[in-house]
């Protein structure tokens, strides 16, 4: 493993059904991200965590959650999955000590999701 | 509320100069940055500027002015690979990234 990788690459969903958009890192970074992108809008946080066991809410985290049990994983669940979830997902860490946002942050290559 | 505003879309040619400008209005500033995006592609860091003024590496700067809050990226020698949206974002007082919806840049030969 090289930076970040992402899984799936796509999904298409069923609305209720749960899903896990699973993100690792090689690169022992604290902090990590979820975003989301739609067209027309920014990169839209939905959960960070600044370092193992922590993590907080970001902008739109309504109907996600995350967990941090180590340095390198950082899943997202949508629990139950509903059609305005559909978007592209991308992860991002950085070598931050901080707690954010003044550190270059690398990006996983993102999940495309749909949800129907 | 907190706004980061690009042109949605330019055109320039290649081998020309382009500017792609970004105003921000945000509680309080710790930075600003610029991504590159590829279509289908993730991010990837270009600048970081937290002073006024101009940071130039390669064919690339990016100015700032705190006092205006405005920046600009400033492609130079532009190559068809250039094309791709191009991502403003400001860390405010509260450490939290705001992004701009990004501006595509277009290559025509």
């Known amino acids: 493993i090289a930076g970040i990788t992402q899984a799936p690459t796509s999904q298409i969903l069923a609305a209720g059904r749960r899903m896990t958009l699973r993100c690792t890192q090689d690169?022992?970074?604290?902090?990590m991200y979820w975003y989301r992108q739609d067209l027309g809008l920014g990169l839209r946080l939905i959960h960070y965590s600044n370092t193992a066991g922590t993590t907080g809410k970001g902008e739109v985290p309504d109907g996600y959650s995350v967990s941090r049990a180590n340095t390198d994983d950082f899943p997202l669940t949508l629990a139950s999955a509903v059609p305005s979830q559909t978007s592209v997902y991308f992860c991002?860490?950085?070598?931050?000590?901080?707690?954010?946002?003044?550190?270059?942050?690398?990006f996983g290559p993102g999940t495309r999701l749909t949800v129907l | 509320g907190q706004n980061i505003d690009q042109p949605t879309e330019m055109t320039a040619t290649e081998g020309a100069i382009v500017q792609i400008n970004c105003t921000y209005q945000t509680s309080g500033f710790n930075g600003l940055f610029w991504y590159q995006q590829h279509a289908g592609e993730a991010p990837t860091f270009l600048s970081y500027n937290v002073l006024d003024g101009l940071e130039e590496k390669g064919r690339f700067s990016s100015f700032l002015s705190r006092s205006k809050g405005y920046s600009y990226l400033l492609l130079k020698e532009l190559q068809m690979k250039d094309s791709a949206s191009y991502l403003c974002?400001?860390?405010?007082?509260?450490?939290?990234?705001?992004w701009g919806a990004g501006t595509k840049l277009i290559i025509k030969p």
């Open positions: 991002a860490s950085s070598d931050s000590t901080s707690g954010g946002a003044i550190d270059e942050q690398f």
């Open positions: 974002a400001v860390t405010d007082s509260n450490y939290q990234l705001i």
């Open positions: 690169m022992r970074h604290n902090a």
